[in-house]
C-alpha cells in the first residue's frame, strides 16, 4: 500500500503507540487526522507530524461517546477530502482478577478498547469503502493471542477486536478495503502506569504488576510504530509486534491449553 498523499484517522494518538504509528505514516507522506481524550499530548504528535510537511488535523475525541464519533467522519473529510486508512489505538487497562473487578469497571475497558473500535470502524467504513485503496488497523494486544491470570477484562477486549478483525475482513475481502489486527508485545507505554486499578486488589499486587510492566515492557515505542506501519504497506492481516509476540504466538499455536505452564515461569516479576 503507497501512504504518499493518503489521509489517516488515528485514535488514541496523544502518545505511546497511537503517536508513533503517526509519527511513520507522516514520514511517508501520509495527512493525519489526529484523535484523542489527552489534548495536550494530541497537541505534541501534532506539532511533531506537522513539522514533517503533512497536512494535520486534530480532534478531541472519547471513543465512548457515540454522538461525538459519528460526527467525526463529516469534520476529517472537511479538513482532508478523503479517508484511507482508520486506526483504531485507543485502549486502556484495568488490573484484578475477576471477582475483584466491579461490572462498572470491567464494562469500562469494553466500551473504550472493543466499542470503541466498532463505532469508529461503523462510522468511517463508507468512507473508506470510497477509497481506491483502504485499510482498516485495530490494535488488539499480546493479551489478544493468550489469556494471563488477572487481565480478564483488557483480555476479554483484546480478544473480542481480534474476532471482530478477522470476521470483517472476510467480510470486505470483495471490495478494496484491508483489515489489519495488531498484537503489540511488550512496549514501553504508559498503558500499565495509567491502568485502572479495582478497589478488590490490594497495594502489594499493584506494586507487583507495576514490576512486572517495567520488566516486559522494553520495545521503544518508535519501533513498535515502525514495525505497524511496515505492516500496513505490506497488507498484513495480522502484525506481530515484538519477538515476544512472536514466540507468544507460536506458543499458543502449539500448546493452546496449556501454554501458560510455560509462560509463568518467564513472567515472575
Known amino acids: 500500500m503507497n501512504l504518499e498523499g493518503r489521509a489517516a484517522v488515528i485514535t488514541g494518538a496523544a502518545?505511546?503507540?497511537?503517536?508513533?504509528?503517526?509519527?511513520?505514516?507522516?514520514?511517508?507522506?501520509c495527512h493525519l487526522a489526529?484523535?484523542?481524550?489527552?489534548?495536550?499530548?494530541?497537541?505534541?504528535?501534532?506539532r511533531q507530524a506537522?513539522?514533517?510537511?503533512?497536512?494535520?488535523?486534530r480532534y478531541r475525541?472519547?471513543?465512548?461517546?457515540?454522538?461525538?464519533?459519528?460526527?467525526?467522519?463529516?469534520?476529517?473529510?472537511?479538513?482532508?477530502?478523503?479517508?484511507?486508512?482508520?486506526?483504531?489505538?485507543?485502549?486502556?487497562?484495568?488490573?484484578g482478577?475477576?471477582?475483584?473487578?466491579?461490572?462498572?469497571?470491567?464494562?469500562?475497558?469494553?466500551?473504550?478498547?472493543?466499542?470503541?473500535?466498532?463505532?469508529?470502524?461503523?462510522?468511517?467504513?463508507?468512507?473508506l469503502l470510497a477509497s481506491d485503496d483502504a485499510r482498516i488497523v485495530n490494535l488488539s494486544s499480546v493479551f489478544g493471542l493468550i489469556s494471563p491470570p488477572g487481565q480478564c477484562a483488557y483480555c476479554a477486549s483484546k480478544f473480542a477486536v481480534r474476532g471482530f478483525s478477522n470476521a470483517?475482513?472476510?467480510?470486505?475481502?470483495?471490495?478494496?478495503?484491508?483489515?489489519?489486527?495488531?498484537?503489540?508485545?511488550?512496549?514501553?507505554?504508559?498503558?500499565a502506569r495509567n491502568a485502572r486499578v479495582s478497589p478488590g486488589v490490594s497495594a502489594d499486587a499493584v506494586r507487583g504488576r507495576l514490576a512486572l510492566a517495567e520488566k516486559l515492557l522494553r520495545m521503544p515505542p518508535?519501533?513498535?510504530?515502525e514495525i505497524i506501519v511496515r505492516g500496513v504497506e505490506k497488507r498484513r492481516a495480522r502484525i506481530l509486534v515484538g519477538r515476544d509476540a512472536v514466540f507468544v504466538s507460536l506458543l499458543e499455536r502449539l500448546a493452546p491449553v496449556h501454554y501458560w505452564r510455560v509462560l509463568a515461569r518467564r513472567v515472575q516479576p
Not at 50 to 57: D, E, F, Q, R
Open 15 to 29: 502518545g505511546g503507540i497511537g503517536r508513533a504509528i503517526a509519527m511513520s505514516l507522516a514520514r511517508r507522506g
Open 168 to 191: 470483517l475482513r472476510h467480510e470486505l475481502a470483495a471490495t478494496r478495503v484491508g483489515v489489519s489486527v495488531v498484537h503489540p508485545g511488550g512496549v514501553a507505554t504508559a498503558i
Open 50 to 57: 506537522a513539522a514533517l510537511g503533512v497536512h494535520v488535523s
Open 222 to 225: 518508535a519501533r513498535a510504530g
Open 61 to 95: 475525541l472519547d471513543v465512548t461517546v457515540r454522538e461525538d464519533v459519528a460526527a467525526l467522519p463529516a469534520q476529517v473529510l472537511a479538513a482532508h477530502g478523503r479517508v484511507d486508512l482508520l486506526v483504531n489505538n485507543a485502549g486502556v487497562a484495568l488490573g
Open 34 to 46: 489526529l484523535a484523542d481524550i489527552d489534548e495536550s499530548g494530541l497537541a505534541e504528535t501534532h
Open 97 to 127: 482478577n475477576f471477582d475483584q473487578v466491579s461490572e462498572t469497571d470491567f464494562d469500562w475497558v469494553m466500551e473504550i478498547n472493543f466499542h470503541g473500535v466498532v463505532r469508529m470502524t461503523r462510522a468511517f467504513l463508507p468512507r
